[in-house]
């Protein structure tokens, strides 16, 4: 899980609430990722971010909102407009470009009830 | 478009015997190439990754990958499997030129004892 941290590491809300998970790296990396991992679905992009400030949707973005007001931070909001908020969400980071892997945090379980 | 493919979601095998996990991938340009592990309610693990060069790559825990162009694969290997190998696998690729990495649905290996 080098160098990312991702905290709580279980939350639960009741439905209607929302809900932030946080995301910090001390890597130095430009790019940072937010994942959705349910079972049997693999890992599905919800946001991106290259830069400070800036943020790409991915495919299931939906209900969910980021801000990225520093290199190292990228929380993600779970709002009360996404139908199926219960999942395993992991945060990650890369450099931008290039032969580089991403780092992954230890993820956060979110049960809404 | 990018995407890749996992074509076992289980895989069992008898400790002591060698080990294949399947992995497909179809990008439009040079690819980049990895394999993470994920233990239960865990991030991700870097194994290894295929940049360049000689299409056999090794990696962490023993773990190595053949990367076969014109079969457009890359399969994860073990020679000799252990019982704490037993884990989810999944396949990711990352165009030469892109920013997004496309992630296989994770294949469960189990290895029994």
């Known amino acids: 899980d080098g160098g990312i941290t991702q905290s709580p590491k279980y939350l639960f809300r009741k439905e209607g609430q929302n809900v932030t998970l946080s995301c910090e790296q001390n890597l130095n990396h430009d790019a940072m990722y937010w994942y959705r991992q349910d079972p049997g679905q693999g890992l599905r992009l919800i946001y991106y971010?290259?830069?400070?400030?800036?943020?790409q949707k991915g495919d299931i973005a939906e209900g969910y909102s980021v801000s990225r007001e520093k290199k190292e931070s990228f929380p993600l909001t779970v709002t009360s407009a996404q139908k199926n908020p219960t999942a395993f969400y992991l945060c990650?980071?890369?450099?931008?470009?290039?032969?580089?892997?991403?780092?992954f945090g230890p993820g956060t379980r979110l049960t809404v009830t | 478009a990018q995407s890749v493919a996992q074509p076992e979601d289980q895989v069992n095998v008898a400790e002591g015997n060698p080990l294949t996990v399947k992995c497909t991938y179809s990008?439009?340009?040079?690819?980049?190439l990895f394999w993470y592990v994920q233990y239960p309610n865990r991030g991700l693990q870097f194994l290894l990754k295929y940049i360049t060069g000689d299409n056999l790559v090794k990696g962490s825990y023993g773990f190595e990958a053949e990367f076969n162009k014109s079969q457009t694969s890359f399969h994860l290997k073990k020679p000799s499997a252990l019982v704490s190998d037993s884990a989810l696998y999944f396949c990711?690729?990352?165009?030469?030129?892109?920013?997004?990495?496309?992630f296989g649905t994770g294949t469960s290996l189990t290895v029994i004892p």
């Open positions: 990711a690729v990352r165009e030469e030129t892109g920013n997004q990495f496309y």
């Open positions: 971010s290259q830069i400070v400030n800036d943020f």
């Open positions: 990008v439009s340009g040079n690819p980049y």
């Open positions: 990650a980071s890369s450099t931008w470009t290039g032969s580089y892997e991403q780092y």
